[in-house]
């Protein structure tokens, strides 16, 4: 069973930058591909990235290429979504996900429980 934790969020200022962290614990962190995902009010949760076990592979929605990185520490059972030139529209419960390099959120085993992140135009 793995714990996520989420941390990071925040209010900024359109253009901004935040990082948000995801702490793992309870499992065998490095064997776990690893995603962002992102909720606003009223939507579906929708997909941000993905990253390999092995760190050097990642990929994102169209929409957050070229502003959000997503990296991870497995040392330190971390993940990180590195988010530039914050949109309002990236207003959004953000969560990190464990088991899966997919786009669908079913295909993802275990979840955090979220961070608010909130972009002010």
């Known amino acids: 069973q793995v714990q996520l934790v989420e941390s990071g969020g925040g209010l900024v200022q359109a253009g901004g930058s935040l990082r948000l962290s995801c702490a793992a614990s309870?499992?065998?962190?490095?064997?776990?591909?690893m995603g962002w995902f992102r909720q606003a009010p009223g939507k579906e949760r929708e997909f941000v990235g993905a990253?390999?076990?092995?760190?050097?592979?990642?990929y994102y929605v169209d929409s957050v290429k070229g502003r959000f990185t997503i990296s991870r520490d497995n040392a330190k059972n971390m993940v990180y979504l590195q988010m530039n030139s914050l949109k309002p529209e990236d207003t959004a419960v953000y969560y990190c996900?464990?088991?899966?390099?997919?786009?669908?959120?079913?295909?993802?085993?275990?979840w955090g429980q979220g961070t608010q992140v909130t972009v002010s135009s």
């Open positions: 996900a464990a088991g899966s390099y997919t786009s669908y959120a079913a295909a993802y085993a275990y």
């Open positions: 990253i390999r076990w092995s760190a050097h592979i990642t």
């Open positions: 309870g499992g065998t962190f490095s064997n776990y591909n």
